[in-house]
């Protein structure tokens, strides 16, 4: 079963920069480079929400409030996804998970915890 971990989550000031990433195992790296990913986030209290994909071809999509400021990336020779971000606000706390979906299977990682402090 196809598992993915996410790190890089850390307690941040307003301002500051993070880079998450989703690391994939359990499946080859030529099914994974054609696997789009998304990167979500879920706030105490909110539902999950999306916050960037990118795709196989390497196209990329962002919510509204994250653009400018947030960069999604892949590295398929590691099988890994990358979310870099920049100009943190306190709004952007949350648990930041990663998704790939495979067929009508979808895989989520554990979480990574972020916490922008003012």
């Known amino acids: 079963q196809v598992q993915l971990v996410e790190s890089g989550g850390d307690l941040v000031r307003a301002g500051g920069s993070l880079r998450l990433s989703c690391a994939a195992s359990?499946?080859?790296?030529?099914?994974?480079?054609?696997?789009?990913v998304g990167w979500y986030r879920q706030a105490p209290g909110k539902q999950r929400e999306l916050v960037a994909t990118i795709t196989s071809g390497g196209s990329t999509n962002y919510k509204d409030s994250v653009k400018g400021r947030f960069t999604v990336s892949r590295d398929n020779a590691k099988n890994t996804v990358y979310l870099q971000m920049n100009s943190l606000k306190p709004e952007d706390t949350g648990v930041y998970y990663c998704?790939?979906?495979?067929?009508?299977?979808?895989?989520w990682g554990q979480g990574t915890q972020v916490t922008v402090s003012s």
């Open positions: 359990k499946i080859t790296s030529s099914i994974f480079s054609f696997t789009g």
């Open positions: 998704n790939i979906e495979l067929g009508s299977l979808a895989y």
